[in-house]
């Protein structure tokens, strides 16, 4: 069984230099700090349009073509980090905003659709490896990191991200939050390695503990859920027991 790292034996040396031109409190930034220690010096990175531009690379000269490259196979990794909106042009919704969520563009109501289920989608490329991970998580996504550098063609990793102003709280709270997402079942920590499906980390646990916290729990803490009434927020309840009950009962 493979050594879980810890915040003590995690390296040292560091890719990024301090200081950072995200927003105050942004996921990203550990994601990207502790990936980048995974993946180590000889690492090359392409940057789509998104907030980490501000960080690294502009388009045309670090922009991709996702499906494509997966579906040929081509050898590498590529991380999808989710703050669930249009956040770097004024917070608009995009296809993984949750149903519900105020935004920009869905001030009113908030968003009509489902959540844009990305791993799935990039699972059915049949990819040696898929894992979905958060920034509240950051010793599980440098764990994955490593597991599957061996791996052929293809791999993807989708990062949940809290992110203040596209969410709505106070900066501070972020790794709560990310947490909270992850306690109430509401998103999942997994890895899917040649095509096996395994929840991982705090995902894994709480198959043990068959406990979840409510999800009225996480919406409480963002502004952009403030629409949401009672019936959807027991539809949405109902749709993640119906899921851990798979879980559990895969587990039997
Ligand atoms: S808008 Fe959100 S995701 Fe983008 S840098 Fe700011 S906190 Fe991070």
């Given at each position: 069984?493979?050594?879980?790292?810890?915040?003590l034996?995690?390296?040292t040396?560091?890719f990024v230099?301090?200081?950072?031109?995200?927003?105050?409190?942004?996921?990203?930034?550990?994601?990207?700090?502790v990936?980048?220690?995974?993946?180590?010096?000889?690492t090359m990175?392409v940057?789509?349009?998104s907030c980490?531009t501000?960080?690294?690379g502009?388009?045309?000269?670090?922009?991709?073509?996702?499906s494509g490259a997966?579906?040929?196979?081509?050898?590498?990794?590529?991380f999808?980090?989710?703050?669930?909106?249009?956040?770097n042009?004024?917070?608009?919704?995009s296809g993984?905003t949750?149903?519900?969520?105020?935004?920009?563009?869905?001030?009113?109501?908030?968003?009509?659709?489902?959540?844009?289920?990305?791993?799935a989608?990039?699972?059915?490329?049949k990819?040696?490896?898929?894992?979905?991970c958060?920034?509240?998580?950051?010793?599980?996504?440098?764990d994955?990191?490593?597991?599957?550098m061996?791996l052929?063609?293809?791999?993807?990793?989708?990062?949940?991200?809290?992110c203040p102003?596209?969410?709505?709280y106070?900066?501070?709270?972020g790794i709560k939050?990310?947490r909270l997402a992850?306690?109430?079942?509401?998103?999942?920590?997994?890895?899917i390695?040649?095509?096996e499906?395994?929840?991982?980390?705090?995902s894994?646990?709480?198959?043990e503990?068959?406990?979840?916290v409510?999800v009225?729990e996480?919406?409480?803490t963002?502004?952009?859920?403030r629409?949401l009434?009672?019936?959807?927020?027991?539809d949405?309840q109902q749709k993640?027991?119906?899921?851990w009950?798979?879980?559990y009962?895969?587990?039997?």
């Amino acid at each position: 069984m493979q050594v879980k790292t810890t915040i003590l034996s995690l390296p040292t040396e560091e890719f990024v230099h301090p200081g950072t031109r995200a927003c105050t409190g942004c996921g990203l930034a550990i994601a990207y700090r502790v990936g980048l220690k995974a993946l180590g010096k000889d690492t090359m990175l392409v940057v789509p349009p998104s907030c980490l531009t501000v960080l690294q690379g502009l388009f045309p000269v670090a922009s991709t073509a996702l499906s494509g490259a997966a579906e040929r196979g081509d050898n590498f990794i590529y991380f999808c980090y989710d703050n669930e909106g249009y956040m770097n042009t004024g917070a608009q919704r995009s296809g993984t905003t949750p149903i519900g969520a105020i935004t920009a563009n869905t001030p009113f109501k908030g968003k009509l659709q489902q959540k844009k289920d990305v791993p799935a989608i990039m699972a059915a490329h049949k990819l040696s490896y898929v894992a979905a991970c958060s920034a509240a998580y950051p010793l599980d996504l440098f764990d994955k990191i490593k597991n599957c550098m061996h791996l052929p063609g293809t791999k993807y990793f989708h990062i949940h991200i809290p992110c203040p102003p596209g969410w709505g709280y106070d900066p501070r709270y972020g790794i709560k939050i990310g947490r909270l997402a992850v306690e109430t079942g509401y998103y999942d920590l997994y890895e899917i390695v040649n095509g096996e499906f395994k929840l991982t980390a705090a995902s894994e646990k709480l198959v043990e503990k068959r406990k979840l916290v409510p999800v009225q729990e996480y919406f409480r803490t963002q502004s952009r859920f403030r629409l949401l009434t009672d019936a959807q927020i027991a539809d949405i309840q109902q749709k993640i027991d119906e899921k851990w009950a798979g879980y559990y009962n895969k587990d039997e």
